[in-house]
Nanobody
Framework: QVQLVESGGGLVQAGDSLRLSCAAS????????MGWFRQAPGKKREFVAA????????YYGDSVNGRFTTSRDNAKNTVDLQMNSLKPEDTALYYC??????????????????WGQGTQVTVSS
């Protein structure tokens, strides 16, 4: 079992930056693909980013590519999401996710076994 706790959300203005963190406990994340999804009210969950356990390519959703960056620290058992040039449409509940040995379907929510409770990000115009 892996427990995930997100932090760092808040209220910011358009154009600002925000850094989310995800602290994992229970197991080392070194064999887990880690990712981020978000969900705005009335909308489907949207893929944000995924960083594979194998150290391969990092994937980003089209709407955040070039503005968001995710990184992992296996020694600290943490994953971060740096969000720059935030837009009002980035407003959502952001979830940290994990899946052991996941190599395919990293952009699909069904591929992840573990989800955090989420942290709210609100971007005002």
């Amino acid at each position: 079992q892996v427990q995930l706790v997100e932090s760092g959300g808040g209220l910011v203005q358009a154009g600002d930056s925000l850094r989310l963190s995800c602290a994992a406990s229970g197991r080392s994340i070194s064999t887990y693909t880690m990712g981020w999804f978000r969900q705005a009210p009335g909308k489907k969950r949207e893929f944000v980013a995924a960083i594979p356990y194998s150290g391969g390519n990092i994937y980003y959703g089209d709407s955040v590519n070039g503005r968001f960056t995710t990184s992992r620290d296996n020694a600290k058992n943490t994953v971060d999401l740096q969000m720059n040039s935030l837009k009002p449409e980035d407003t959502a509940l952001y979830y940290c996710v994990a899946a052991r040995f996941l190599q395919a379907t990293m952009t699909m929510p069904g591929g992840y076994s573990y989800w955090g409770q989420g942290t709210q990000v609100t971007v005002s115009s």
